[in-house]
């Protein structure tokens, strides 16, 4: 797996106002991201490693953000937190870091003692905050986890003040899709993707880095909808792929030209 994702090439102490979050330890889901062999796996992925700038989207993501100075911040499944710190860092005024999984925040707050972010472990399926709270939510990866991104997208437009924005990223419908997704060699040479089961939404399972990892297959229709009927306009959609320089620099990201692997969506709440 040249970018580490599954079936990839051959793979806040918080601060401000409104109702208390639950704190850490209070969530109940169970998240595979604290399951000790999967985590230790995960933490091992090049953009674990060297954050954002192992991740190949964070390029065309970064081109999305609106100037950071000043901005309240929410990062929805913030994982190791390296969004968090790099808001922080470009000039964002508060930021909250939002889990399940408590070894993903542990390691997130071992990384900084930064005053200006605090660490929530909750789950996305029910967003524990006051409205129009922030300006930007910005959530990398973590949406295709979530079943009713109904229920998510309208807490969000929630959380948000009138014309705060919502930057996105999420494991393509092309990638979701398929029951045994996974590259073939190509009878002429190269490879591709075989795509069956994209009009059929819902579950799918995969196996990676050694667990059984459940997230929701959608299609691009059902999720654009979904954002728009959530109160969003949209600005931005992108079905991402590496760049020539990206894949110049990493030549192992080449197949990942072949389908999109992910899905890059900026949006804002209506002022
Ligand atoms: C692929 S990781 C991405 C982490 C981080 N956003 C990044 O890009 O480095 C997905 C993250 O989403 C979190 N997550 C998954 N389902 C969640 C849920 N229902 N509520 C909160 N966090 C969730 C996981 O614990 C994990 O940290």
């Known amino acids: 797996m040249a970018n580490g994702w599954p079936g990839s090439t051959p793979g806040c102490r918080r601060s401000g106002s409104g109702p208390e979050p639950r704190r850490e330890g209070e969530a109940k889901a169970a998240s595979i991201y604290d399951d000790p062999g999967f985590f230790a796996g995960y933490s091992a992925l090049p953009r674990s490693v060297a954050g954002l700038e192992g991740a190949p989207e964070w390029p065309a993501l970064r081109t999305l953000l609106p100037p950071m100075p000043g901005l309240r911040v929410l990062d929805l499944g913030c994982g190791f937190g390296w969004f968090c710190r790099w808001a922080r860092g470009a000039g964002a005024g508060q930021v909250i870091g939002l889990d399940l999984s408590a070894r993903m925040l542990g390691r997130a707050r071992a990384m900084t003692d930064d005053p200006g972010i605090a660490w929530l472990r909750a789950d996305l ?27 998510l997208l309208a807490a969000v437009h929630r959380v948000l003040r009138p014309g705060g924005r919502l930057v996105a990223s999420l494991e393509h419908p092309v990638f979701t899709a398929p029951r045994r997704p996974g590259w073939r060699q190509a009878d002429f040479g190269g490879w591709h993707w075989p795509l069956d089961g994209y009009g059929q939404e819902g579950q799918r399972a995969v196996d990676w880095l050694g667990a059984r990892v459940v997230k929701q297959h959608r299609t691009l229709g059902t999720l654009l909808n979904t954002l728009l009927r959530a109160g969003f306009v949209l600005d931005h959609v992108e079905d991402w792929v590496p760049t020539e320089a990206a894949i110049a620099a990493r030549p192992e990201l080449a197949k990942e030209r072949e389908r999109p692997i992910f899905l890059l969506l900026a949006a804002h709440r209506p002022g």
């Open 125 to 151: 399926a029910g967003l524990p905050l006051a409205p129009a709270r922030f300006d930007l939510a910005w959530s990398s990866l973590a949406f295709h986890y979530v079943k009713d991104l109904a229920g």
